[in-house]
């Protein structure tokens, strides 16, 4: 390979990282703050879920796009799979798709270019240098679905922590003389003290009845954005208590009970854990300093008396 071959797959490279790099800020540093998006409804701009992406993002999204081709999924259930993701993530942004699956494809070619021309890997032997290009493919392929399953894991995580104390306002609302609806809007103003995401599920909510949508199918549409089994179960008691004309403000008071007890054991189970995960750095970092630190003035000394009076005896 000559050097202008170099130089020009050096800067293919080059310009391919830095697109990864713009659209995984993007996933990370989504959208804008929830005040804004409440001055938009206010102004009457249309909101179909999401804030509005910056300029760079949809250039980077429209440069991706030819990549992520490669990587899309073809069948429908698959398509419905990731679609089902990224609501979960919370990322509704039109772009993000071009720049998730563009970033798998690009990531999948780059890591094993930066690895065949940086590594050595051609002065491997044998079935060496293909295996480790694979792996490298592979991983690169991989990491956008570990990036994206850490945003939902901690996206959902605090959904679930910040529910039941939306319960507590919903009930005092409704048992104060409120209307559901006007107990969820309200909720949903109070609760982004404690969560900006929760306030923003509930605010979707509070939109789509106010455009017309049927209280099932709002409530629906949050169990599907959210995907936790606590706010589906919530949704499934809700729609029961509506349709049987039962006590909706006994019904949500059980479930917030049941919820401060799920959660309440779900902090103990990872109290549980500490002591086990605390275990490999104790062992393998901690005492071995603990035993250089109290052995080493003991073995110093040992060394420099035992040792020659032993030779001197000899």
């Not at 293909?130 to 493919?137: I, K, R, T």
């Amino acid at each position: 390979m000559d050097r202008g071959t170099s130089w020009l797959i050096l800067g293919a490279l080059f310009v391919a990282v830095t697109g990864f790099v713009y659209g995984l800020g993007g996933l990370l540093a989504r959208g804008r703050g929830m005040r804004e998006r409440l001055q938009e409804v206010s102004a009457g701009a249309a909101i179909d879920g999401a804030a509005g992406a910056p300029e760079w993002q949809g250039r980077v999204a429209r440069m991706a796009a030819p990549l992520a081709r490669f990587a899309t999924p073809k069948k429908d259930e698959e398509i419905g799979r990731v679609r089902a993701m990224f609501l979960n993530a919370g990322l509704r942004d039109e772009s993000m798709p071009a720049l998730y699956f563009g970033s798998k494809a690009v990531l999948a070619i780059a890591l094993p270019m930066v690895l065949l021309l940086f590594a050595g890997v051609r002065e491997w032997e044998g079935n060496q240098p293909m295996l480790a290009l694979l792996a490298a493919a592979a991983f690169g392929y991989y990491l956008p679905n570990v990036v994206l399953s850490r945003l939902t894991a901690r996206r959902q995580r605090e959904l679930f922590e910040a529910f039941p104390d939306a319960l507590d306002l919903m009930i005092v609302c409704v048992e104060s003389g409120i209307s559901l609806d006007a107990a969820i809007a309200r909720t949903a103003s109070e609760i982004s003290l404690r969560s900006s995401k929760l306030a923003e599920e509930l605010t979707l909510v509070g939109l789509e009845l106010r455009l017309g949508a049927s209280r099932e199918r709002a409530l629906r549409n949050l169990a599907t954005r959210t995907g936790l089994d606590e706010i589906a179960s919530f949704v499934a008691m809700m729609l029961q208590a509506d349709r049987f004309g039962t006590s909706i403000g006994d019904s949500m008071r059980v479930q917030a009970d049941s919820l401060r007890v799920r959660r309440r054991q779900r902090a103990e189970e990872q109290a549980a854990k500490i002591p086990l995960k605390m275990l490999f750095p104790l062992i393998f970092f901690i005492f071995p300093s603990l035993l250089l630190v109290l052995m080493g003035p003991a073995m110093i000394q040992i060394y420099r008396i035992l040792l020659p009076t032993m030779s001197a005896g000899g």
